[in-house]
């Protein structure tokens, strides 16, 4: 038992004394003259160097959208018909009122003559009965004719005025329908679907173009609810379009007062201003306001990508060591806010080596 305590007691003791030889320094490594000057060759071997500098500012989340058009019309046939032409093909701008597609009329062009030719006939009965109508009121008034003849020619006539109408009626609709051969943009916009060709037989209702107003675009992104709630109408937020390489500035339009179940956002919508002149369907980031957070920022050259993985130069007491980083957004002076890897006041190296080294 007393040599158990006695073992006890060293233990302790050689513990303590660890730790104040730890604290003092015992055990660090001591960098040599040499090393220090292999070190400083090495730093020395960078053109130029920038700091990792710490800041607190405004938090953004971007939220994946698509930028749309507020405008989209589809141009559909209203009668069974064949097509002849098609004039515009997708990414067509066109003007309202331009004809866009011609369909067969040779049929309703003989249903509007016969009509025409029908109305024609019966205006000359109309008006052969309403002569008659005339002199049969003369003859009723001279006492030569009897109530009777008047009566039978003011019937004639109004049989006749009832055709006339009817036929005027007829021939209204197979004008009507004759104007449908000619399919003409109800506005202004852009082709961006052709979804029938010349030969194509088409029936009432069926889609042959479809347009939007490329004037009217606008990115739309689903925000996440706790954001969302803090944004209204007529905010502006910052849309970025990678595939265009820019950021536009954008006003709220609309934000859909409806939360989806599963994902938990609502639909914002941004409208563009008319000389971003993105399309329709591309993709777009929209930056959300999220509060304020302390950021590192360093500048862009500093990163180097090899496939997914990122990497920094960090300026060490010991040399230049490469160390694994991941970066956020691009901020508008052009350094990367890196999310994890650097703490703040480290010296990173920026582009290559000096010449000659």
Known sequence: MKIHRVLQSLGIVFVVVAAVG????????????????AAADQVSAYARTALAERIRGPAFEWSSGTVQSASHTTVAARILARIETVRVVAGNDVAAGDLLVTLDARDLNARAAQARASLKAARAQRDLAKR????????????????????????????????????????????TSLSYTQIRAP?????????????????????????????????????????????????????????????????????????????????????????????????????????????????????????????????????AAQRMVTSGERMDDGRLDILSGLVGGERVVVGDRAPGS
């Open 22 to 37: 730890w604290l003092s320094g015992w055990f660090e490594h001591k960098i040599s003259p040499e090393e220090r000057t």
């Open 132 to 175: 008659e109508v005339d002199r049969a009121d003369e003859l009723l008034k001279r006492g030569v004719a009897t109530p009777q003849r008047y009566d039978q020619a003011f019937s004639t006539f109004q049989v006749g005025e009832t055709e006339v109408s009817r036929l005027r009626q007829i021939l209204s609709e197979a004008e």
């Open 187 to 319: 506005v202004a916009g852009r082709v961006i679907d052709r979804l029938a060709e010349p030969g194509d037989t088409v029936s009432p209702g069926q889609p042959l173009l479809r347009l939007y107003d490329p004037a009217a675009l606008r990115a739309e992104a689903p925000v996440r609810e706790s954001l969302a709630v803090g944004l209204t109408v007529g905010d502006e937020l910052r849309v970025e379009v990678p595939a265009l390489t820019t950021t536009i500035g954008g006003l709220i339009d609309e934000i859909v007062p409806f939360a989806e179940p599963g994902a938990r956002t609502l639909l914002v919508k941004i409208s563009m201003p008319g000389d971003a002149q993105p399309y329709a369907g591309l993709y777009a980031r929209v930056a959300i306001p999220a509060g304020d957070r302390a950021r590192i920022l360093v500048p862009a050259e500093a990163v180097t990508r090899i496939g997914q993985l990122e990497f920094v130069t960090v300026i060490e007491t010991t040399g």
